[in-house]
T-cell receptor, first 112, second 113 residues
């Protein structure tokens, strides 16, 4: 069963920040949150991951609430090439026996 | 560095047949995972291989199997194909078993008629 809930679709204007929410209210203390995106007809691409602290890399920022029940992926300056399905994922299990549980994803459309 | 490659890219089979898909990971990556992606079920984990051993397995019937070779290349096999096996099959590789930055290939699109 999916452990994440995401809106099915979102729009964002080119050049603006895209904020993608994810609910993971049943997440356990040692379960990481990951984000991947999938551009049409390609394999998923890793974006970022975190446990409880906010994270930033060259692609995006990840904001995790203090209670860890939700998070937000931020694309600071969205471009048309950011149009994709964005997946919020929870890693369940320990280091030696784990699975990535993928949500249904949010289809993000960047408009000119 | 070359990315993850999967062959073939497209495949059409009929019910009851069997199929073998191939995945070549990024050079130096020893972990290979397989996923099934369908419009109804989304992305579902099939299994992971690390150093030629199956390390983790999802909830799929025994018709789905895989293996990994000493050069880290991996194959997955589906026997007695069913219509519901039509899907995009994705392979992902990573360097260390517990490190989660997986790099995905473009997938093999399988159509079962």
């Amino acid at each position: 069963d999916a452990k994440t809930t995401q809106p099915p679709s979102m729009d964002c204007a080119e050049g603006r920040a895209a904020n993608l929410p994810c609910n993971h209210s049943t997440i356990s203390g040692n379960e990481y949150v990951y984000w991947y995106r999938q551009i049409h007809s390609q394999g998923p691409q890793y974006i970022i991951h975190g446990l409880k602290n906010n994270e930033t890399n060259e692609m995006a920022s990840l904001i995790i609430t203090e209670d860890r029940k939700s998070s937000t992926l931020i694309l600071p300056h969205a471009t048309l090439r950011d149009t994709a399905v964005y997946y919020c994922i929870v890693r369940v299990g320990g280091d030696s026996n784990y699975q990535l549980i993928w949500g249904a994803g949010t289809k993000l459309i960047i408009k000119p | 560095k070359a990315g993850v490659t999967q062959t073939p890219r497209y495949l059409i089979k009929t019910r009851g047949q069997q199929v073998t898909l191939s995945c070549s990971p990024i050079s130096g990556h020893r972990s290979v995972s397989w996923y099934q992606q369908t419009p109804g079920q989304g992305l579902q984990f099939l299994f992971e291989y690390f150093s030629e051993t199956q390390r983790n397995k999802g909830n799929f019937p025994g018709r789905f199997s895989g293996r990994q070779f000493s050069n880290s290349r991996s194959e997955m096999n589906v026997s007695t194909l069913e219509l519901g096996d039509s899907a995009l099959y994705l392979c992902a590789s990573k360097t260390l078993a517990v490190q989660e930055t997986q790099y995905f290939g473009p997938g093999t699109r399988l159509l079962v008629l």
